[in-house]
């Protein structure tokens, strides 16, 4: 059974950084699509990174663009997400997602596995 299981959320202020942490189990992230949807109190989910294993590219929402950078190591099948000059709209819980193959990454649809999640807040 596929597990990610993410860590590295929690209470940090305007500007402050933080590192979001998945680890794949009975899945390869060097050959799965992998990435973060967020999804913030009374709101949709939302996508905010990708990277794709069949050519190391990646992709931002365009919320996140210039602050957040997606990164795997394949020697710990882990997925992160380096969050930098974080804001109060970037509060939210943080998930981490595998696709299906071939499928876009800007919709929560093309994800076949998520994680649990991990709340994130952003707060002065």
């Known amino acids: 059974q596929v597990q990610l299981v993410e860590s590295g959320g929690g209470l940090v202020k305007p500007g402050d950084s933080l590192r979001l942490s998945c680890l794949a189990s009975?899945?390869?992230?060097?050959?799965?699509?992998m990435g973060w949807f967020r999804q913030a109190p009374g709101k949709d989910r939302e996508f905010v990174a990708s990277?794709?294993?069949?050519?190391?590219?990646?992709h931002y929402g365009d919320s996140v663009k210039g602050r957040f950078t997606i990164s795997t190591d394949y020697t710990k099948n882990a997925v992160y997400l380096q969050m930098n000059l974080l804001k109060p709209e970037d509060t939210a819980v943080y998930y981490c997602?595998?696709?299906?193959?071939?499928?876009?990454?800007?919709?929560?649809?093309?994800?076949?596995?998520w994680g649990r999640g991990t709340q994130v807040t952003v707060s002065s």
């Open positions: 990277f794709r294993w069949t050519d190391d590219s990646t």
């Open positions: 997602v595998s696709y299906r193959s071939g499928k876009s990454v800007l919709y929560s649809t093309s994800v076949d596995n």
């Open positions: 009975e899945l390869s992230v060097s050959s799965r699509t």
